[in-house]
Nanobody
Framework: QVQLVESGGDLVLAGGSLRLSCVAS????????MGWYRQAPGKQRELVAA???????DYANSVKGRFTISRDNAKNTAYLQMKDLKPEDTAVYYC????????????????WGQGTLVTVSS
């Protein structure tokens, strides 16, 4: 079983920075994509950034130039460095893993973390 644990969410002033981490645990052989989504109150969950195993990266237009996603494949860990945070970045941020192959041969198509809250105060 794959478990995702996020950390790093906090209350920060506008213009500040935060770094989120997501650790995937379990008997994992490989992970296709690791990414971050967010959901603000009353809004749908949206993609923030995702990184494939081949290092292809997608960013939401709203975070380009401010957020940076990275992965440490050896540690099955993804990071989201966020700078110049804005009040509209306030949301629960969820780690997402796609196509996780386990040592048993089982493949998880998609796994979600529990989320970490980022609050940006003006």
């Amino acid at each position: 079983q794959v478990q995702l644990v996020e950390s790093g969410g906090d209350l920060v002033l506008a213009g500040g920075s935060l770094r989120l981490s997501c650790v995937a645990s379990g008997s994992i052989l490989s992970i296709g994509s690791m990414g971050w989504y967010r959901q603000a109150p009353g809004k749908q969950r949206e993609l923030v950034a995702a990184m494939s195993s081949g290092s292809d990266i997608d960013y939401a237009n709203s975070v380009k130039g401010r957020f940076t996603i990275s992965r440490d494949n050896a540690k099955n860990t993804a990071y989201l460095q966020m700078k110049d945070l804005k009040p509209e970045d306030t949301a629960v941020y969820y780690c997402n893993v796609k196509r996780a192959l386990m040592t048993s041969g089982y493949r998880y198509l998609e796994v979600w973390g529990q989320g970490t809250l980022v609050t940006v105060s003006s």
